[in-house]
């Protein structure tokens, strides 16, 4: 997170060696743009070319192929069993060495009038995250990346901004719910921060889940892994940023200070 990104979950997949295995692929140096309309007070962002790593640790974009094939992903958007229409769906099609934003190569995907959305051209073996926002809506629990070998269905969801919740959620095994509270030194000493975006980027610039803190400053996420260490960044639209570290296994008791 470099500036405060506005909000834009599960097939069970071994969330740790695929985070792993992508960060390490991807530039940090590659080129990224904005897709898609964003929610909120501004867009959601992923990775947008195509990149590559060389053998040799080196990364950057370059011109190299997508694969394509028969397989999609598809399912309905809700919000407590209320379908959401007109909802970007955008995902990282992670192909190995090489990786591209779904929307780059297919074009924007919207859901339908009953919330459904189709992901088509997937070959197998790549692993997908994927991304959902609309304006006035956060993903406040994460969708777990699933590997394709066949057609998936996955149901997604978002959360209106006038319910979320601070409290820590049920997650899925080896996934976890985090909370936490955004403070700020200040001449009266440490006060509470509302309205700070909050989210966990498992790529650069790519937050696959995302809330704002209430008025006493507090928030939660969901659907990130039990088993390792993530970093929460923080922020507000007019330039304070923070991050923590969460290690393994902690689910309360974040704080993140905004400088």
Not at 25 to 54: I, K, M, Y
Not at 60 to 81: C, D, H, K, R
Not at 121 to 148: E, F, I, M, N, R
Not at 216 to 230: I, K, M, N, S, Y
Request: proline share 7%.
């Amino acid at each position: 997170m470099r500036y405060a990104l506005a909000a834009p979950e599960r097939q069970r997949g071994r969330m740790s060696s695929i985070t792993r295995n992508v960060i390490t692929r991807l530039a940090v140096g590659a080129s990224f743009a904005l897709l898609a309309a964003g929610c909120g007070s501004g867009p959601a962002s992923l990775p947008s070319a195509p990149t590559t790593v060389s053998t040799s640790g080196g990364f950057g974009p370059a011109p190299v192929p997508v694969n394509s094939g028969p397989y999609a992903i598809s399912g309905v958007l809700t919000e407590s069993g209320r379908s959401i229409a007109a909802a970007n769906v955008n995902a990282w099609v992670n192909q190995g060495n090489l990786g591209y934003a779904y929307g780059y190569v297919h074009g924007a995907l919207r859901t339908d009038g009953d919330g459904r959305y189709r992901m088509t051209g997937l070959p197998a073996g790549v692993s997908v995250w994927l991304q959902v926002y609309k304006d006035g809506y956060v993903q406040q629990c994460a969708a777990a990346p699933v590997t394709v070998q066949g057609d998936i269905a996955m149901d997604l969801a978002l959360v209106s901004k006038a319910n979320l919740t601070p409290s820590t959620m049920p997650s899925a095994p080896g996934f976890r719910s985090v909370s936490g509270t955004i403070v700020e030194m200040t001449s009266a000493g440490k006060q509470p921060v509302a309205g700070a975006s909050v989210d966990w980027e498992p790529l650069e610039d790519f937050p696959a889940v995302v809330t704002y803190s209430d008025g006493a400053g507090r928030f939660a996420l969901c659907g990130l892994p039990q088993d390792e260490t993530v970093r929460l960044g923080a922020s507000l639209v007019y330039g304070q940023i923070g991050y923590a570290n969460i290690p393994p296994g902690q689910t309360a008791g974040v704080e993140i200070t905004l400088r």
